[in-house]
């Protein structure tokens, strides 16, 4: 259906402009292409995960009783991560279908703010004490908000779809 109102909105805009309709395509083609190595490194890593962590090793490491331990996991993955957050979102999905608990989810995504690469940046800017009191309040703040996410998921307060597509 959505395929064939934006062929009906281009016939449209075609019969007014047509060249915009072509440089519309051209931009297309072009953001297709640069996005394209992203793609190819979702697919990829997905496929190591599918491949080497099967759903006992997710759920021993990060799933509902891997404790403090998974804690630590989710705030140290989240520091060291890189790359754009579309490419993590793919990952996280795939690991949760296979056990991980939703509030360690929450804890990488909220860790992500502190950039292990960036500290040396901030300490430059800010000093050492702003850094650290940001960090450390960071991640206190995520293990809460995951913590929070586990709670309202578990009293049914929100449900999470197992998967997002249906």
């Keep these: 259906m959505f395929l064939l109102c934006v062929v009906a909105g ?3 805009v075609a019969i ?4 915009l309709v072509v440089e519309s395509f051209r931009q297309a083609w072009t953001l297709t292409i640069k996005l394209a190595p992203l793609f190819i490194l979702v697919i990829l890593m997905m496929a190591l995960s599918e491949t080497f962590l099967d759903a006992r090793w997710i759920g021993r ?3 509902r009783s891997s404790g403090p331990r998974g804690w630590l996991i ?3 993955a989240g520091t060291l991560s890189v790359g754009p957050m579309h490419v993590w979102v793919a990952i996280l999905q795939d690991l949760r279908a296979k056990g991980m608990r939703e509030g360690l989810i929450a804890a ?3 860790s992500r703010t502190i950039q292990i690469f960036f500290l040396p940046l901030i300490i430059g800017y800010f000093g ?5 009191i940001l960090t450390v309040q960071v991640m206190i703040f995520a293990v809460v908000n995951g913590l929070l996410i586990d709670y309202l998921l578990a009293r049914s307060v929100v449900r999470a779809p197992l998967d997002p597509r249906g």
């Design 128 to 132: 050492w004490a702003f850094t650290l």
């Design 74 to 76: 989710a705030l140290a």
């Design 108 to 110: 990488f995504l909220f």
């Design 61 to 63: 490491w990060v799933g």
């Design 10 to 12: 281009l016939s449209v």
């Design 16 to 19: 007014v402009d047509a060249d």
